[in-house]
């Protein structure tokens, strides 16, 4: 029985990194039936409402007072900054592996701004960072495209990547530790309030009420948001941000191969092989000094 919270740390990882790969899968079911910032809104608004009904009921503490900005400035970084960058930036054209690949230039800037929170990076973990890239960029090689890049797309992808590193450091340094029912609550809140304004002013708000468009906001509520970010805060709580972030590296690697078994997407030796380095360079950051 001792033994099981460390195991369980262990298989955090594997949950994160399948959650995190699905929200590629996701975007292509909702993306179609409702506008990006219209649907985040539902669904920060599904979050806020679940997680409100579970901390009620199961009695979660509330953070103090004076931890509520904090979680609130990480949660906007987080949430309204990263998702609503990335997907305006698909929405506007974008393909999806340039996406992909912006987004997993995160780990590096993450290391690189390490020393800020106290964290340093040995040589090994440096050259797992630089493997990491190369293998995501081989798996997303044959996906990338510059049909429909644009300038503000571009501008969109590289704010999403900014601000999901600031939100990490940030989140480590400030507020690392709190209740990740309540934290959601005010993180998803705040994120709200902020993407609100936006969505009214940029958007229609038209839905189509598809089977598609719900299982989408479902699974991003539910699991996406309620499982998938209460696992990166726990590993976030429980690892060096550096190490948490390169598990971004696996994700492209993983939708791959969703998307193949999913919509028969092509999935080749290349991308096969880029997998394989992504995971050796993953291996090399989170090994521990000896």
């Keep these: 029985m001792s033994n099981s919270p460390s195991l369980l740390l262990r298989s955090l990882p594997g ?15 909702g993306l179609p039936y409702a506008e990006p910032l219209t649907f985040l809104c539902l669904r920060y ?12 009921a199961m009695r979660a503490p509330w953070p103090q007072r004076k931890d509520w900005g904090p979680i609130a400035i990480a949660g906007i970084l987080m949430q309204a900054g990263y998702l609503g960058g990335i997907w305006c930036a698909v929405k506007l054209g974008m393909p999806a592996g340039v996406a992909a690949l912006i987004a997993n230039i995160q780990p590096i800037l993450t290391a690189v701004a390490g020393p800020l929170i106290g964290e340093r990076i040995r040589g090994k973990q440096w050259l797992g960072l630089a493997f990491g890239i190369a293998g995501v960029a081989l798996v997303v090689a044959n996906k990338i495209s510059a049909v429909g890049l644009s300038l503000s797309s571009v501008a969109l992808a590289v704010m999403a990547l900014l601000t999901m590193t600031t939100g990490t450091l940030y989140q480590k340094k400030a507020c690392p530790s709190f209740d990740v029912r309540t934290g959601q609550v ?49 590993m976030i709580r429980h690892g060096e941000a550096t190490k948490v972030t390169s598990y971004m590296y696996l994700v492209p690697a993983v939708t791959a191969v969703m998307a193949w078994l999913m919509f028969d997407e092509k999935f080749t030796l290349t991308a096969a092989i880029g997998m394989a380095i992504a995971l050796a360079g993953v291996a090399l950051v989170v090994r521990p000094a000896r």
């Excluded at 949950?15 to 079911?29: D, E, N, P, R």
């Excluded at 608004?45 to 009620?56: C, D, K, N, P, T």
Aim: proline content about 4%.
């Design 45 to 56: 608004l599904g979050v806020v409402a679940f997680m409100l009904v579970l901390a009620v």
């Design 186 to 234: 005010i993180q998803f809140a705040a994120s709200l309030f902020i993407t609100l304004p936006f969505a009214l002013l940029l958007e229609t708000q038209h839905i189509q009420p598809t089977p598609q468009f719900f299982a989408a906001l479902a699974w991003s509520v539910f699991v996406l948001s309620g499982v998938g970010i209460s696992v990166l805060f726990i």
């Design 15 to 29: 949950i994160f990194i399948f959650i995190w790969a699905s929200g590629y899968v996701v975007a292509k079911y």
